[in-house]
């Protein structure tokens, strides 16, 4: 049963553009939600995070963006640059679950220059 | 101030044999979690500990195990090894058995031939 999805395993934009990555979920209780860039034989390192009670939030060329209803989050990258280029993985968290969290699958994004 | 510690960075154990796994958080958190990363199953989460009690387990047989101590270090326990086993392990810490300021360590990179 996979409660966090990520649908598109690569995505490659050119430098300077925006870059979406997007993740759904399927379960309601998850109230927290979080953004890793990760590079091969390291730990993901953390991006951003959102909680359920905002739809929106924004730290330097990264935003996260949350939509309740639909089940949604996304992040957008602007501008993206080279070094960029990395696996992102998003992953939920539910408070009754401790810091438990449950990952997507992750998506390979390149940063052509 | 010091990240996550993960100890060793690499090892290969033979098939049948056991391993341990240390990880040390950072100074002040009390919440230690491990995960498994494999390439078909991504980023799966094993157990967590909070002053040296396990909060939550993940879906993985009993030969997984861990500990944590009164400083918060904690350690893995694998035994009777399989190839499956062969994965990427990562620890992460929190202050608290949430989700919030999780840092993940380097990994600790398990070869089991």
């Known amino acids: 049963d996979q409660q966090v999805k990520q649908n598109s395993p690569s995505l490659s934009v050119q430098e300077g553009r925006i870059s979406i990555l997007n993740c759904d979920y399927t379960?309601?209780?998850?109230?927290?939600f979080l953004w890793y860039k990760k590079y091969p034989a390291e730990g993901p390192t953390f991006l951003i995070s959102?909680?359920?009670?905002?739809d929106k939030n924004e730290d330097g060329r990264f935003t996260v963006f949350l939509n309740k209803s639909a089940k949604h989050l996304s992040l957008h990258i602007v501008p993206s640059q080279p070094g960029d280029s990395a696996v992102y993985f998003c992953?939920?968290?539910?408070?009754?679950?401790?810091?438990?969290?449950?990952f997507g699958e992750g998506t390979q994004l390149t940063v052509n220059p | 101030k010091a990240g996550v510690t993960q100890t060793p960075r690499y090892l290969i154990k033979t098939r049948g044999q056991q391993v341990t796994l240390s990880c040390s958080p950072i100074?002040?958190?009390?919440?230690v979690s491990w995960y498994q990363q494999t390439p078909g199953q991504g980023l799966q989460f094993l157990f967590e500990?909070?002053?040296?009690?396990?909060?939550n387990k993940g879906n993985f047989p009993g030969r997984f195990s861990g500990r944590q101590f009164s400083n918060s270090r904690s350690e893995m326990n694998v035994s009777t090894l399989e190839l499956g086993d062969s994965a990427l392990y990562l620890c992460?810490?929190?202050?608290?058995?949430?989700?919030?300021?999780?840092?993940f360590g380097s990994g600790t990179r398990l070869t089991v031939v």
């Open positions: 992460a810490s929190s202050p608290y058995s949430t989700a919030y300021g999780y840092t």
């Open positions: 379960n309601s209780m998850f109230d927290y």
């Open positions: 959102i909680s359920s009670i905002k």
């Open positions: 992953a939920a968290s539910e408070e009754t679950s401790g810091s438990r969290l449950t």
């Open positions: 100074s002040g958190h009390r919440s």
């Open positions: 500990y909070f002053s040296e009690t396990q909060r």
